[in-house]
């Protein structure tokens, strides 16, 4: 797998930690000011990327009519390009005044914690658009399996890498910078088509680059 393959994977991770519910919530559990702030937060967190974990192997291994319909499409490069532009201009009709309600916990326990990282999966997930391409990406390469593993892995943590980054600077700053994370909050809440707008629009700029990269693609 070439360097530039790499570059590709990386620049669709991320894009997917723009996601606003992910954030929105990493948020909400800090400034709620609970006792168990690290243990709430990082069961939301590791639970969210075991779902898209779990999401990306079965992309890889599923049924084999999912792995050709993604071989054959990465494999055309004009195919590429075309899908690469449609999510372009599509990006452009994606209203971007709607405002998001935050997802919450009804409760302190951890399992209404891993409810709402379950809950994040289903609302992510069916828009995760660089998620997939980075799938399709994949299916395509002749890799050892255990190596497509850790590209996952290592794909999903940088997906949560937000909401551990404004932990550590939480537990550095502590409510000092309760104000800033507010105002993050709010500017989440209210924008969340606005990134999901943005999202689609580079990733249909990262397909369109990547049909135009003269590489080779092996199919395994």
């Keep these: 797998m070439g360097t530039d393959i790499l570059i590709y994977l990386g620049g669709l991770a991320l894009l997917d930690t723009l996601s606003p519910t992910i954030i929105g919530v990493t948020l909400y559990l800090i400034l709620s000011d609970n006792k168990n702030l690290i243990t709430r937060l990082s069961t939301y967190l590791i639970t969210v990327m075991i779902l898209y974990f779990s999401l990306g192997i079965i992309g890889i291994l599923g049924l084999d009519y999912i792995i050709e319909a993604f071989s054959s499409a990465f494999q055309n490069k004009s195919v590429l390009f075309n899908m690469g532009l449609i999510l372009f201009v599509v990006s452009f009709f994606i209203p971007t005044n709607k405002k998001n309600n935050i997802l919450k916990p009804k409760t302190q326990g951890i399992f209404s914690i891993i409810v709402i990282g379950i809950v994040t999966f289903l609302i992510e997930a069916g828009t995760a658009l660089p998620y997939f391409v980075a799938i399709g990406i994949l299916s395509t390469?002749?890799?050892?399996?255990?190596?497509?593993?850790?590209?996952?892995?290592?794909?999903?943590?940088?997906?949560?890498?937000?909401?551990?980054?404004?932990?550590?600077?939480?537990?550095?700053?502590?409510?000092?910078?309760?104000?800033?994370?507010?105002?993050?909050?709010?500017?989440?809440?209210?924008?969340?088509n606005s990134v999901l707008s943005w999202v689609v629009c580079i990733a249909g700029v990262i397909l369109m680059l990547y049909s135009k990269d003269g590489s080779t693609i092996t199919i395994k």
């Design 141 to 192: 390469i002749n890799l050892p399996f255990y190596n497509k593993l850790l590209i996952i892995a290592a794909y999903n943590f940088i997906m949560i890498l937000p909401g551990l980054l404004i932990l550590l600077g939480y537990k550095i700053c502590g409510s000092r910078i309760n104000s800033k994370l507010i105002k993050i909050q709010n500017k989440i809440s209210a924008s969340t």
